[in-house]
């Protein structure tokens, strides 16, 4: 049995789109499952529309996923250029390869397959005006080919002069006519489509020597030995003319077997998810920042704080599903578990909810060790330090609220707490930085409402009972020694509690007050206290 050789060919036309690394994933994962080889080939033939940084990103971002080619690119993530025992194929730039393709084009001409044409750009936008304006659509196909300039409605000699003398010939396919092209898609099943619905398409161009797409992309895939094509399903009307050079060429035994994949739809259902959509729904669709020519910065999975993990995962699951209710699968548990088979037809409905979802099920996963380290870049642009030695300003929690420095143990303490509120590392700070900084004000709504004399009074008479407390008393002695106080006195439990969270949070929502003090210690928790007094009892 021939071994599983599938690729991943980006254009490197701009930022890969979350679609893109959905394809290149099902790709690694049906090559990985098959032991097979994962080959990345860059498809830059069509050079007005190279955008310079693209490339890179492609590779950064499928670096980021662990989405790591077996072919086609080195350790340093730079495209092979020059063939070694790894990377037999290289170059796997197709501009490099340049030279490859012109015998292929000239080879269907001499087989009769193909043919030249020299009709310039203004005579073919002639033929679309006059078309148009019978309300018409021109086709360059076996009917208008014979009064269209070309090698073969001119004469042998003509034509041989043209070909020498000017430079903006192409080389085109000569579709046949009334052919029912019959073909087989993994996903799709059994396709027949009538070749009279297609056109003559331009395999190769004189003007700048480069092959087109269609061309570039069977030559490629057959001399890399590429045995199953997984792809975009804007790639399927393409499907007939790839079966019919695939048999020019007299390679249909070693064709490869072809698997369309349906696109990625907006949240609501309706139409494709565009790489405008991110922006104008407030969700990444780009799997890292990209910044355009213009200065423009489209948001990114990485830098919104996605795991990678999650990413994958929620990428595999638009449009594949294993067939059980888990959720929950890394790269590895991916690969045993996908299959083209499960694919689904229709297309899938991309929900911004459940990308949330994903990140937050994963950071329950991950121990606080992890996180703390993540978070760390968070806190120091917060101008918070992170320690990892004691020092003697600090509470035996490990706080310094003076010195904006805190242990990484504490940091840990801080997550261990907040972890299950949050989706991302990023929340750790949204939710509880009063764990971090004092607060300065207090909501004002807050204080109209809980801040009252009557109340007050009772908060600052049960705060006195921790005045002097040991700073490792525990969460759970601190709560008995406050509620014990407040239900000897016969006190309003809430009101008090209140008052109290005011002081330590600058609002009345927050975190358990008890489990709040015991992190940030007693002395921190006096500061609090006194500082209310100051502001709001002047
Ligand atoms: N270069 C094409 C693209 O960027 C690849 C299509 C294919 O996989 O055949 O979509």
Redo the contacts with the bound molecule.
Sequence with gaps: MKKTRV?????PTGPLHMG?VR?ALYNYLYAKQKGGDFIIRI?DTDSNRFVEGAEQYIIEALNWCGIIADEGIDENGKVVETATEKHPHAPYRQSQRKAIYFKYAKELVDKGFAYYAFDTAEELSAQRAEAEAKKETFIYNSQSRQYLRNSLSLSQEESEKLIAETNNWTIRFKMPENRIVKMDDLIRGHIEVNTNTLDDKVLWKKIDELPT?HLA?IVDDHLMEITE?I??E??LPSLPLHYLLYEAFGWSDSMPKFAHLSLLLKPDGKGKLSKRDGDKMGFPVFPLKWINSEGEVSRGYREDGYFPEAFVNLLAFLGWNPGNDREMYRLDELISAFSLDRIVKSGARFNPEKASWYNKEYLRLYNSEKLAQLFIPILEENNITVVTDYNTDMTKSGADFEHRTFHIDYVCKVIELIKERASFVKDFWTIAPYLFLAPKSFVEKDVAKFWKEENYKLALDTAKQLANIEDNTSKEDIEKILEEHIRKNEWPMGKVMNCLRLALVGASSGLGIADIISLIGIKEFNNRIDFIQETLNK
């Design positions: 690729r991943f060919a980006p254009s893109g394809t498809e797409y992309n094509v792809r975009g804007e790639w």
